[in-house]
């Protein structure tokens, strides 16, 4: 799996502060309602300081009051644009989301279905290296979640072959989720490495249950034409 996107890899962090520095936002080329500006601000302020304070601590062992003496907000503040300190983790992965979404178009438009698979697990790779707790924190807020949120649905195609689309998307959550908590031992910078074996042996069954299908397919055809004559 001949896959290199470091250079295409924009961790969040950088980007909350790109963002962060901006206070106009005319330096994006946002052209935004000024209350839309300050509410974005915010937010992204409150979660830039808890993803420091993360780094550190659990999010279970960091107040609401810590959390904005850091943002520089008011706790009556926080609550009005997060109704808990877990919310803010959800707030992360919708924003996650987005850079990972459009680097998958991007890929998948140039390489393979299977290339842009790999490019989520990178960027959450190069995210974890960065803020080694948070996949943790996201992987205990989803276990106590009385409803999990809904990972975005895949689509048959060259990835899947004739494989059930609900089978790769457990395995591919299985691997998401569980290569961090299989390789914590061994630390965040392992992860990407891990990430891409495990990967690698889906690929493989992949292309040998697409090539057991052809084989099939092709007896099938043989044995009727054999039975034609």
Avoid at 16 to 33: D, K, Q, V, Y
Avoid at 90 to 116: E, G, H, K
Avoid at 121 to 144: G, K, N, V
């Amino acid at each position: 799996m001949n896959t290199n996107l470091d250079d295409n890899l924009i961790p969040l962090g950088e980007a909350l502060t790109h963002f962060n520095a901006t206070t106009s936002g005319e330096g994006i080329g946002l052209r935004l309602p000024l209350r839309e500006k300050k509410f974005a601000r915010v937010r992204l302020a409150i979660l830039s300081a808890a993803l420091q304070l993360m780094k550190e601590r659990s999010l279970a062992d960091i107040s609401v009051r810590e959390i904005c003496e850091l943002a520089q907000v008011a706790p009556a503040t926080f609550f009005n644009y997060f109704p808990s300190k877990e919310d803010v983790l959800v707030y992360y992965m919708q924003l996650w989301s987005i850079p990972v979404v459009l680097q998958c178009r991007a890929v998948a438009a140039q390489r393979t279905v299977f290339d842009a698979v790999v490019t989520v697990f990178d960027y959450t790779a190069c995210e974890m290296e960065q803020y080694p707790r948070l996949m943790f924190e996201i992987i205990a807020y989803i276990a106590h979640a009385t409803e999990p949120p809904h990972p975005p649905s895949l689509t048959r195609g060259e990835l899947l072959s004739s494989l059930e689309t609900e089978a790769v998307a457990l395995l591919l959550k299985t691997i998401f989720y569980g290569v961090p908590l299989a390789t914590r031992r061994e630390g965040v910078h392992t992860i990407r490495r891990a990430y891409h074996e495990a990967l690698e042996v889906l690929l493989k069954s992949l292309r040998t249950e697409k090539r057991s299908t052809r084989h099939e397919e092709d007896t099938e055809r043989g044995t009727g034409a054999g039975s034609a004559i």
